[in-house]
């Protein structure tokens, strides 16, 4: 059971160049997010999808761009990155309704951008 | 807008000892609250959940947290902490349905010496 799956897990960037990072999850979960963690901060929310084809910004959405085609997979891409989105990436879904805030995370992805 | 606030940055206990890590949030409806684990080079994963009923709720891996309303806070307790308790600690609050997002704190890291 593998649950939610980020790849890739680690990844160095030059600014400017771009990139997408793969959420996947075999768990038939409805909605799905990306959240950025940096030290001191926590989780910052960057989108959310509650269903396919629908997306949504979130706390920290600049810079950053989704897409949900299928209902298992939820893309975050950086069209131009910039050494302010180093960070640790992290993907997690939910169900819908009562209970839809209990999240299940993927390992995370690293990325540096220098 | 809701808050959580979580006072200690880094806490260090001996194993064996107890451990109580605090969490304060604000929020202007009854909140659901949460504790996510992050061991080292993982996701987050859920310890606890409080939706409503009994104030005291038991969790995974021995440990419980208290919803005290009057005092606004949610702190975890642990009676006697093993060395594989070591990691990162994020206190969140709520809706706990619908598309909005969870707040998270900014995390109590717990070191365990011998």
């Known amino acids: 059971n593998a649950g939610v799956t980020q790849t890739p897990k680690f990844r160095v960037l030059k600014t400017g160049q771009s990139m997408t990072l793969l959420c996947a999850q075999d768990?038939?979960?409805?909605?799905m997010y990306w959240y950025r963690q940096d030290p001191g901060m926590g989780l910052r929310l960057i989108h959310y999808?509650?269903?396919?084809?629908?997306?949504a910004k979130g706390e920290v959405p600049d810079g950053y761009n989704v897409s949900r085609l299928k209902k298992q997979n939820f893309l975050l891409g950086l069209e131009s990155a910039a050494p302010s989105q180093t960070s640790v990436y992290f993907c997690?879904?939910?169900?819908?309704?009562?209970?839809?805030?209990?999240?299940?995370f993927g390992a995370g992805s690293r990325l540096t951008v220098l | 807008a809701q808050s959580v606030t979580q006072p200690d940055i880094h806490i260090t206990v001996s194993e064996g000892a107890s451990l109580e890590l605090r969490c304060n949030y604000s929020?202007?409806?009854?909140?659901?609250l949460f504790w996510y684990v992050q061991s080292p080079g993982q996701g987050l994963q859920l310890l606890l959940k409080?939706?409503?009923?009994?104030?005291l709720v038991q969790g995974i891996k021995g440990f419980e947290a208290e919803f005290k309303r009057s005092q606004s806070s949610f702190n975890l307790r642990k009676p006697s902490v093993h060395w594989s308790d070591a990691a990162e600690y994020f206190c969140?609050?709520?809706?706990?349905?619908?598309?909005?997002?969870?707040?998270f704190g900014t995390g109590t890291r717990l070191t365990i010496i011998p």
């Open positions: 997690a879904s939910s169900v819908r309704g009562n209970g839809a805030n209990v999240l299940t």
């Open positions: 768990m038939n979960h409805e909605y």
């Open positions: 999808s509650v269903g396919e084809g629908t997306t």
């Open positions: 929020y202007g409806a009854t909140p659901y």
């Open positions: 409080y939706f409503s009923g009994d104030t």
């Open positions: 969140a609050v709520g809706p706990g349905f619908g598309n909005e997002k969870l707040t």
